[in-house]
């Protein structure tokens, strides 16, 4: 089986996905996960499928044709997931919006060599107000060499300058 990692943004419409998962159901691939949202009228994902060796080429052509309709895709091989012994860690950020929260944060995460595996942020009226609030939940991968107390502090002081506030939490 050969694992593809699609990406695939159009402009928002009914049946989108149900035309994606047909060309990799008729190729007979399997989907496997996905993360895929609407935003400013466009939708976008990234899908992780496997489809057999011989099949590759003609899901690659199907998924291809879908422009023609609007629908453009990319397409990169799926590799084997690394062994890891780092530790998942959930982080939730809140505080007044402003311009480079996520260019903040994520520069101290590559400082201390921290895997960012998932984002997912949103801006939202604050309750009693009409100040925008900026929400962010990531699932980080902390490596061996650094302690969940060391990016615990170092995180505290960048939010104390963001004016944000953030929990930080090992997974499960």
Do not use: Y
């Amino acid at each position: 089986m050969d694992h593809l990692v699609l990406t695939i943004i159009a402009d928002d419409q009914p049946g989108l996905v149900e035309r994606v998962a047909q060309c990799v159901n008729a190729q007979g691939g399997n989907w496997l996960e996905s993360r895929l949202a609407r935003m400013a009228g466009q939708f976008a994902g990234i899908v992780r499928v496997e489809v057999p060796a011989d099949k590759h080429a003609g899901l690659v052509a199907d998924l291809e044709a879908l422009n023609r309709q609007g629908i453009r895709v990319l397409f990169a091989a799926g590799g084997t997931e690394p062994a890891r012994t780092w530790t998942p860690i959930l982080l939730d950020l809140v505080g007044n919006d402003r311009p480079g929260i996520v260019r903040d944060i994520s520069r101290l995460l590559a400082e201390l060599g921290v895997n960012l595996e998932s984002l997912d942020t949103d801006v939202s009226p604050a309750p009693m107000s009409s100040d925008l609030l900026f929400h962010a939940e990531a699932r980080l991968a902390l490596p061996p060499t650094v302690s969940l107390e060391a990016l615990q502090t170092r995180l505290e002081a960048l939010a104390d300058d963001l004016m944000v506030e953030l929990n930080l939490r090992p997974e499960g």
